[in-house]
């Protein structure tokens, strides 16, 4: 078997590392330290670093990163939150 692309591990890890919340609902991202993505990204790709690749699939809009206490949230862009500054924003009017 081929070695999956960059996105294609990112998929693949957002579709079965995702917990899910006392309700029973899966969250809508997913915690790149606490699910063990980083550690499985590590392993799977010995050479390229999780973090580096993940800004770059941010960066190229198929993939939000958020930071967050321990790490980042990974989220598919049609699943992401309203970040905190629009949020605010609105709030305020502006």
Do not use: C, W
């Amino acid at each position: 078997m081929a070695q999956a692309t960059h996105m294609e591990f990112v998929q693949k890890a957002f579709d079965t590392l995702r917990g899910k919340g006392k309700d029973g609902v899966q969250f809508k991202g997913l915690h790149t330290v606490y699910s063990g993505f980083n550690a499985a990204f590590r392993e799977y790709f010995p050479d390229d670093d999780p973090q580096v690749v993940t800004k770059a699939l941010h960066d190229q809009g198929l993939i939000v990163v958020r930071p967050t206490r321990g790490g980042a949230m990974i989220y598919m862009p049609d699943s992401a939150p309203a970040s905190s500054g629009a949020t605010a924003l609105g709030k305020m009017g502006l």
